[in-house]
Structure formats: structure tokens, C-alpha cells
């Protein structure tokens, strides 16, 4: 898989239920789920984290739902969006080592906005 991946902590997730989603909660954080598919035709499955802009371009980010070879389950997978529309837009990896770094730290700040909005 060639998507970047970066560190983040599990309690980010959006589900609420502060349950290890490998033990099968019943919060109904499984709606949140979204199959990838990898360039070699493979199907993946991922929390969806959420959508962020950053410099005139949308990024998502996921965290994976299952055991995938090659990415930790504290993993945050970023991706490019590419198109208007978030359920039909191609995902595309983020070359750019410095602008990957830029993109987390804007999903870091969100998450812990969101975070204190909670409190």
C-alpha cells in the first residue's frame, strides 16, 4: 500500500463508545466504516476520521478497522481528495513529506478543537 501513514491516538475516533473496536462494540461505530480499495483491486476497511481543507485542496483522513499488513491500528492514513464530491472523489497518496506533515498537524489542531468542544 502506498498511502503515508502517520501516528495518532485511538481516542480521536468519532463513535464515542471508548471501546477497542477490535473487541466488536455494539456503539454502531461500524456505520463508520468505509471500504478502500487499493490500486492492486484489494478492499480494505477504515474508520473514517474526517475531512479537513488545507491551501485550496480537501484531505481525509482514516484509521484502519482491521489488521492490515504493513500499518499499525494507531495508524492515520491521509489522503488527497480529488474532485467536488466526497462520495464519488478519487483518493490520492500525498507525496510531498513536508506537506503530509503540514496536512496531520491540521488534522491534530481539528481533533483537539473538536475535542474541547466536547468538554
Known amino acids: 500500500m502506498s498511502e503515508k501513514e502517520k501516528h495518532i491516538h485511538d481516542e480521536h475516533c ?3 463508545c471508548e471501546h477497542d473496536h477490535e473487541d466488536h462494540c455494539d456503539c454502531g461505530c461500524e456505520d463508520d466504516i468505509v471500504e478502500l480499495t487499493t490500486d492492486d483491486g484489494k478492499k480494505l476497511k477504515f474508520y473514517f476520521v474526517g475531512t479537513i481543507e488545507h491551501k485550496g485542496k480537501n484531505y481525509s483522513a482514516f484509521e484502519p478497522a482491521e489488521d492490515i ?8 492514513i491521509i489522503l488527497e481528495l480529488s474532485g467536488d464530491d466526497e ?3 478519487e483518493l490520492l497518496p500525498i507525496e510531498d513529506d513536508a506537506l503530509l506533515d503540514e496536512v496531520f498537524e491540521e488534522f491534530c489542531k481539528a481533533l483537539d478543537e473538536d475535542e474541547e468542544d466536547a468538554e
Open 14 to 16: 468519532d463513535c464515542g
Open 69 to 76: 499488513e504493513g500499518i499499525s491500528e494507531d495508524d492515520l
Open 87 to 89: 462520495e464519488t472523489a
